[in-house]
């Protein structure tokens, strides 16, 4: 897993004081990184338009501009000028070797955006809008140079943002580029070092990003083993029990040694699950919420859910009721909302009075102030990126797939966390490596993106 940051000018100034690097190194080495990247994709004498801002990311846009000239057909757009110290240090050089600055924004091979970056501070209007949507209408390779211009600071377009097919981040990687809204904006994401190590220029930060490489499925070591070392799940059907089905499923594929549906009414369950009124003696974990409805009086509920310390995950129709409060009283629990029933969820836990859009606009924010509320709790905010989160630690997961926008996912992911929980897992590794396993599994899926169901996702777990 990687460091994420909201900014990375700490991380910068580190570099002027500690390392003793200028701003002017920190510079020639993002223009490289720049550079290097656009002669890797096309031949001597492919055209490269660069739009370059007046500030210091379009400074790194007029220094790759020089580093450029005369292998390249290179065209700089400076639609506000050089304002900016080294900017115009910058438009100086390129200048003194015979480059010249034009107005054309026409077709082009590569179509590099050094406008604003992570600069933007106030919505996109007037030319600048202009500009950005004349730049999305060429047919070239675009690049976006640390951020792609139009995003703020989290991630979201105002209104709209730059398309580019891939992004190239200075320094580190920022949060803002994983965040839902600009998943369709950063295209792939590298990182271009500014002449040190990254291992020498970050610094430990309490938000990460999540690897493949991280992803541990719980495969079995030990040969002399039987069912019973491997938990036993109790999921609790309700109204709609479809959901509990696929939760329990799911389980079952991802290691548990046993599940059992626990509902007030016979339901048809897979021959591999078992059924039950009460929790069996031998339970190690509850999934609860998928589907629940309002199936259980608060005596019912009392006996199945709160009346034993089982770990818990819960989903769905819980997190709205007045009893996800008492849930949340217990040590081991992961709650895997939705942006729509957090919202639900902060109000019933009288945290905020926000609409979905609102969490979507500041997911690490509202991460945060459950967080900080249930220490003990871990979240799962589901999502393009889904957010795994516990105290003061957040993780990100982008490695899931358009796929997973189906009803059923979630319960799939449910079960998964269940299954982990029940075989002993920690309630923070449980979340992570369902999360990821989840994730895998719908972009290993080999059909049309949107056609995969949840049996397709379960079926996947099984080649992870």
């Known amino acids: ?140 390779y675009k690049i976006a140079v640390d951020i792609p211009s139009g995003l703020d600071i989290k ?21 803002s580029l994983y965040m839902d809204a600009a998943r369709d904006y950063v295209g792939d994401v590298e990182v271009v070092d500014l002449g040190i190590s990254r291992a020498l220029y970050e610094t430990d930060s309490d938000i990460k990003l999540l690897e493949a490489g991280d992803l541990k499925p719980p495969y079995r070591r030990k ?47 897979p021959s591999e699950i078992m059924f039950a009124n009460s929790v069996p003696e031998n339970c190690s974990a509850i999934a609860v919420g998928m589907g629940l409805g309002n199936e259980y009086s608060d005596a019912e509920f009392e006996e199945l859910v ?46 905020a009075k926000a609409k979905t859009q609102d969490i979507q606009r500041d997911r690490v924010g509202y991460a945060k102030l459950f967080c900080e509320a249930y220490p003990d709790a871990v979240l799962i905010l589901k999502g393009a990126s889904p957010l795994i989160a516990k105290g003061e630690k957040i993780f990100v997961n982008p490695l899931g797939s358009n796929a997973l926008a189906k009803g059923g996912s979630g319960d799939v992911l449910s079960g998964m966390v269940g299954a982990l929980l029940a075989q002993g897992f920690d309630p923070l590794t449980a979340a992570l490596q369902a999360s990821l396993a989840h994730a895998v599994a719908s972009a290993r899926y080999s059909g049309s993106n949107y056609s995969m169901t949840p049996q397709d996702l379960i079926k996947e777990v099984a080649y992870l």
């Open 223 to 269: 040969i002399s083993v039987n069912k019973g070392d491997f938990g036993h799940l109790a999921v609790i059907a309700g109204e709609k029990s479809g959901a509990a089905l696929i939760a329990a499923q799911a389980a079952m594929r991802f290691g548990v040694g046993l599940v059992s549906i626990l509902s007030n009414e016979k339901i048809e369950v």
């Open 306 to 351: 709160l009346g034993n310390d089982l770990p818990i995950v819960a989903d769905a129709d819980l997190l709205s009721s007045e009893k996800i409060k008492e849930v949340l009283k217990r040590k081991r629990v992961v709650v895997t909302p939705h942006p729509k029933e957090y919202s639900r969820l902060l109000e019933r836990l009288s945290l």
């Open 1 to 140: 897993m990687q460091n994420l940051y909201e900014s990375v000018s700490r991380l910068d100034g580190r570099c002027y004081d500690s390392f003793l690097l200028s701003e002017d190194i920190l510079m020639e080495h993002a223009a490289a990184g720049i550079s290097r990247y656009i002669r890797s994709l096309r031949p001597e004498g492919g055209s490269v338009l660069i739009v370059a801002g007046p500030g210091n990311n379009g400074g790194d846009g007029v220094a790759a501009a020089r580093q450029l000239l005369g292998d390249f057909e290179v065209r700089l757009v400076l639609p506000y000028g050089a304002k900016s110290p080294m900017c115009k240090i910058q438009l100086e050089r390129f200048l003194a070797l015979g480059g010249k600055v034009e107005e054309d924004l026409s077709e082009c091979h590569v179509v590099v955006d050094a406008l604003f970056g992570s600069g933007l501070s106030k919505p996109l209007k007037g030319d600048a809008l202009a500009v950005i949507e004349r730049l999305n209408s060429i047919k070239g």
């Open 155 to 175: 991630g979201n377009p105002a209104p709209t943002a730059f398309e580019a097919d891939v992004t190239l981040t200075m320094g580190a990687p920022k949060i």
